[in-house]
């Protein structure tokens, strides 16, 4: 519990850390770059340097799930990143701890496990939350989030690397593939930089750091909490967690507003989240 306690804390400081940015920077491009510099460097440190063990079962399966990881990564980073600026920090956060549902859909095609009844009603009540959170007060319709259609896909595809990582991977590589998920994104975003021409100032520097030390840690230590705590439990307190934690700094220090039905939707993933998961 010690290790998932670490995770869900080091993620909710994510969300905050990126809403504190988004008023300080401005090159978003520049602080991924130090963001997953930082990451990258933890990653090599964390390996002791053993990057390529070529001889070791299942690291050619590794390195090619981290590759793909890594691109996954950066896109769901930066449309998080994109999305806490157009939709605050509470929606985007909803939405990122609701990509649960892609894990679960991939469960249940690829691995053959079949959800329970409860789990059932979880789903449903997800879905029925996504609608109700696109309605403003008075009945009327905003226009189709895709940004936060587009983070829940790319959120709940990175949660379900890790999953394919445990089934089809080697648990002694998984600092690699940590290590091969961050250097991955970090040369894309490089590209990126250089391609752009945005090179990130002392600012961007200065939280990107900042933002990957936790970003780093926060998988890490759900790496490390799967190992003593089941899954079942593991996911649920996180998510839920994390998204109380980060609804409260959206609230109080941000002064952040949500009407009634994203109230009421926010009350109906909380419940469902932790339904998906019985």
């Known amino acids: 519990m010690f ?65 793909f990881n890594g691109v996954l990564y950066l896109s769901s980073f930066i ?23 892609v894990p679960m859909v991939l469960s249940i095609a690829f691995f053959h496990e079949v959800p329970t009844l409860v789990q059932i009603i979880g789903f449903i009540l997800a879905v029925s939350a996504i609608l109700l959170i696109n309605h403003r007060q008075g009945g009327e319709k905003q226009k189709l989030g895709l940004g936060l259609i587009g983070l829940l896909i790319l959120g ?46 002392k600012r961007e520097l200065l939280y990107g750091v900042l933002i990957g030390i936790p970003n780093f840690l926060s998988t890490k230590f759900m790496l490390g909490a799967l190992t003593t705590v089941p899954a079942v439990v593991a996911y649920p307190t996180f998510s839920v967690t994390t998204m109380l934690m980060v609804t409260l700094a959206g609230t109080w220090f941000f002064r952040e507003k949500l009407n009634k039905f994203q109230w009421a939707a926010l009350g109906i993933i909380l419940v469902a989240l932790v339904l998906l998961n019985i």
């Open 3 to 67: 290790f998932l306690l670490l995770s869900i804390l080091t993620s909710a400081l994510i969300a905050i850390l990126m809403r504190l940015s988004a008023d300080r920077v401005k090159n978003p491009l520049g602080m991924l770059f130090a963001n997953y510099l930082a990451c990258t460097v933890l990653g090599i440190l964390y390996t002791d340097f053993q990057i390529i063990l070529p001889q070791v079962p299942k690291f050619f399966t590794t390195l090619g799930m981290g590759l």
């Open 79 to 101: 449309t998080y990143q994109r999305n806490t600026v157009k939709n605050g920090i509470v929606l985007s956060s909803i939405f990122m701890k609701l990509g649960l549902l």
């Open 156 to 201: 709940g595809s990175c949660d379900a690397m890790s999953k394919v990582f445990q089934v089809l991977g080697n648990e002694a590589l998984s600092d690699q593939f940590l290590l091969f998920t961050y250097g991955t994104a970090f040369l894309l975003c490089t590209s990126l930089v250089i391609f752009k021409k945005q090179w990130p100032g």
